[in-house]
């Protein structure tokens, strides 16, 4: 029998610890058994039989559900989607966009999802040219094989496309990615929680250090 597990992915657990405890009891009215899995997805996930971890973070998503045999993924986005219990705060008709982080380019499932959840929000949304499955990376993905200018300037470049102020953003590293282009970060989790949206530490050799520093303990 399929065990449910939810994993809430190093870059949340950086920039806003607390939040996997906010999430874990919705995920539980649909989930009564569901556990919290905190192994980092770069290391072999340790569990026994078949399973599906509930994720937040795309390269979690893609990590997990390609290269560990027995194990599926469901992002949170689509779970809340299919869910009719959470309290979605009302923004009243705010426009954004969105961009859609690289390693879920092949879920159609997920970009589907996000945008169900935001017009749930009364978000207006405003299509970024590329978006979907033809989103280009914000940037963040080519450090550290680019120059650090090169990267910022892949950022700047993504961010530009973008046609309003405000865009949502669907992982942590694309936090950073588009406030270094100079738009305005909305984080999912932030916007479902009524939240704002802090870049934090978004100085890209010190994010990576602190990923890196995760990714070796857990």
């Given amino acids: ?25 919705f995920l539980r009215q649909v989930y009564p058994d569901i556990a919290l899995h905190k192994i980092c997805c770069h290391h072999e996930p340790g569990l026994d039989g078949e399973a599906c971890i509930v994720n937040i973070c795309a390269g979690c998503d893609k990590r997990f559900s390609s290269l560990y045999p027995g194990v599926r993924t469901i992002s949170l986005w689509e779970v809340l ?14 426009t954004m966009t969105i961009h859609d982080p690289c390693p879920v ?40 094989d680019f120059p650090l200018s090169e990267v910022h300037a892949k950022m700047k470049a993504r961010a530009d496309d973008m046609p309003v102020e405000e865009v949502v953003v669907y992982c942590v590293s694309c936090i950073k990615a588009m406030h270094i282009g100079g738009k305005t970060s909305r984080y999912m989790v932030d916007l479902l929680f009524g939240e704002p949206t802090s870049p934090g530490v978004y ?5 990576h250090k602190q990923v890196q520093a995760y990714i070796d303990e857990h």
Wanted: net charge negative; hydrophobic share 30%; aromatic share 10%.
């Fill in 81 to 94: 989607d299919q869910a009719d219990h959470f309290p979605y705060p009302d923004y009243q008709g705010q």
């Fill in 1 to 25: 029998m399929e065990r449910m597990y939810f994993n809430p992915g190093c870059a949340l657990c950086l920039y806003k610890p607390e939040m996997e405890q906010k999430i874990l009891p």
């Fill in 105 to 144: 380019r092949e879920r159609p499932a997920v970009h589907t999802a996000i945008r169900s959840l935001l017009d749930k929000m009364n978000i207006k949304v405003v299509e970024a040219k590329q978006n979907r499955q033809n989103a280009p990376c914000c940037g963040d993905a080519f450090y550290p």
């Fill in 203 to 207: 100085d890209t050799v010190e994010w």
